[in-house]
């Protein structure tokens, strides 16, 4: 098992009020597996990835990633810990505009300390398997939104994480570039052997997974 979360509760304070987000949810996921999550805006879709993926801390419960809890992590090692397990890829690229999609693609790695010259032969194999090699020296501006979200796909890979957490990952696109996204994800995926976890309202997204969970009233 890659992953395993028990009782998982969270929750947001605005202004003097508590707002119950996740209310003990329970997931497992396995190596490799492909997941989707479903349920409605707010149902806790993106807070449940962002536990995950360690980029917020929930109130309480247990995050396990191969059978060891990150919870009690220090800042420093959850940030190691993204760096080599995790990948994202969110509804908006946040590609960084100063850079060509080639850079934008290495850069995971270059932070990781990556051999530069082993990183830009991966990213320039990883633009291939994306359909992207023209587009390699551009900028982000100069990419519809299609290609801006493959470049983010590709982000995603770099460092050959063990599972990626996508988040709406088509919610800009129009229908074609939805579809070549999501049979791009899914085959690299199944490729690389990476477990994916993905957060939608897109129902044939959803099925094309090797499982479909729903989040309703905070709980699966």
């Not at 809890?69 to 220090?74: E, G, K, R």
């Not at 993204?82 to 990948?87: A, D, Q, S, Y």
């Not at 010259?117 to 990883?126: P, R, Y």
């Not at 390699?136 to 519809?144: I, P, T, V």
Request: no cysteine; proline share 3%; aromatic share 6%.
């Amino acid at each position: 098992m890659l992953a395993n979360i028990k009782e998982l509760y969270k929750k947001y304070t605005m202004g003097k009020k508590d707002i119950p987000v996740l209310k003990g949810v329970n997931l497992s996921l396995n190596e490799g597996e492909i997941v989707a999550v479903m349920g409605k805006s707010g149902a806790g879709k993106s807070t449940l990835l962002n536990l995950i993926g360690a980029l917020d801390k929930p109130d309480r419960g247990i995050i396990e990633f191969r059978s060891e809890n990150i919870i009690n992590y220090s800042d420093r090692k959850l940030a190691e810990f993204r760096n080599r397990n995790i990948g994202f890829v969110f509804q908006f690229h946040y590609l960084l505009p100063e850079f060509t999609s080639l850079e934008n693609i290495m850069l995971p790695g270059l932070i990781m300390g990556s051999n530069r010259t082993d990183l830009e032969k991966h990213a320039n194999e990883l633009l291939e398997a994306v359909g992207l090699s023209d587009r390699r020296g551009h900028k982000s501006a100069e990419l519809s939104g299609g290609e801006q979200q493959r470049v983010a796909f590709a982000r995603a890979l770099i460092n050959k994480p063990s599972l990626i957490l996508a988040d709406e990952p088509s919610g800009n696109l129009d229908n074609e570039s939805s579809e070549r996204l999501h049979e791009l994800m899914w085959d690299l995926a199944k490729k690389n052997k990476t477990a994916f976890l993905v957060a939608t309202h897109d129902r044939n997204l959803a099925e094309k997974a090797d499982r479909i969970v729903n989040i309703i009233d905070g709980v699966i």
